[in-house]
T-cell receptor
Framework: NAGVTQTPKFQVLKTGQSMTLQCAQD?????MYWYRQDPGMGLRLIYY???????DKGEVPNGYNVSRLNKREFSLRLESAAPSQTSVYFC???????????????????FGPGTRLTVL | KQEVTQIPAALSVPEGENLVLNCSFTDSAIYNLQWFRQDPGKGLTSLLL?????REQTSGRLNASLDKSSGRSTLYIAASQPGDSATYLC??????????FGKGTSLLVTP
């Protein structure tokens, strides 16, 4: 199993350009997540998809859109990139969402290697 | 909103020392608490997950404890090695969808 894969690994954009970050998982997980990691801020949730066909906003959704293409794939789109979106983006997946989490709370999120995005 | 704090922000120790990393959280209504390791320029690797009903978990030289009522967790690393150098992140899963992360402790183990 490859786990969670992300493409591209690195990207440099100019202000106003658009791009899509791709994420795929091969663990048959229902839930998928997009986080951003900034120095001094920790990881913050951008969007999540509790199950195929559903998406919801997280803590910092402004400037982003997502698509849950199928159970495996969850993409993040920047329509008009801004320097404030310079960050490291992580995709994660989990077997089930929090509401349906096992009583023992043993479900963990698995993270991809990240995409390092610079917006000039 | 759940707030997760990690102390210290950075730590440098000589090889062979035992060390403790601290994590505190503000809302004790959690499902679990996890410790992750992040190497420079890399993703996150889960080290230990403690369910809310548990007090501790062990894996090799790592031991994590959880005191849910006081909102605290510690990660104990025994006999530290240079290969342990990384950033260690504490994350709490509560009723929200996101993991709530601390800002991490950057650990440097010197030979």
């Amino acid at each position: 199993n490859a786990g969670v894969t992300q493409t591209p690994k690195f990207q440099v954009l100019k202000t106003g350009q658009s791009m899509t970050l791709q994420c795929a998982q091969d663990m048959n997980h229902n839930s998928m997540y997009w986080y951003r990691q900034d120095p001094g801020m920790g990881l913050r949730l951008i969007y999540y998809s509790a199950s195929e066909g559903t998406t919801d906003k997280g803590e910092v959704p402004n400037g982003y859109n997502v698509s849950r293409l199928n159970k495996r794939e969850f993409s993040l789109r920047l329509e008009s990139a801004a320097p404030s979106q310079t960050s490291v983006y992580f995709c994660a997946s989990k077997i089930r969402d929090t509401v349906h989490m096992s009583l023992g709370g043993i479900d963990t999120q698995y993270f991809g290697p990240g995409t390092r995005l610079t917006v000039l | 909103k759940q707030e997760v704090t990690q102390i210290p922000a950075a730590l440098s120790v000589p090889e062979g020392e035992n060390l403790v990393l601290n994590c505190s959280f503000t809302d004790s209504a959690i499902y679990n608490l996890q410790w992750f390791r992040q190497d420079p320029g890399k993703g996150l690797t889960s080290l230990l997950l403690i369910q809310s009903s548990q007090r501790e978990q062990t894996s090799g030289r790592l031991n994590a404890s959880l005191d849910k009522s006081s909102g605290r967790s510690t990660l104990y690393i025994a006999a530290s090695q240079p290969g342990d150098s990384a950033t260690y992140l504490c994350a709490v899963q509560d009723s929200g969808y996101a993991l709530n992360f601390g800002k991490g402790t950057s650990l440097l183990v010197t030979p």
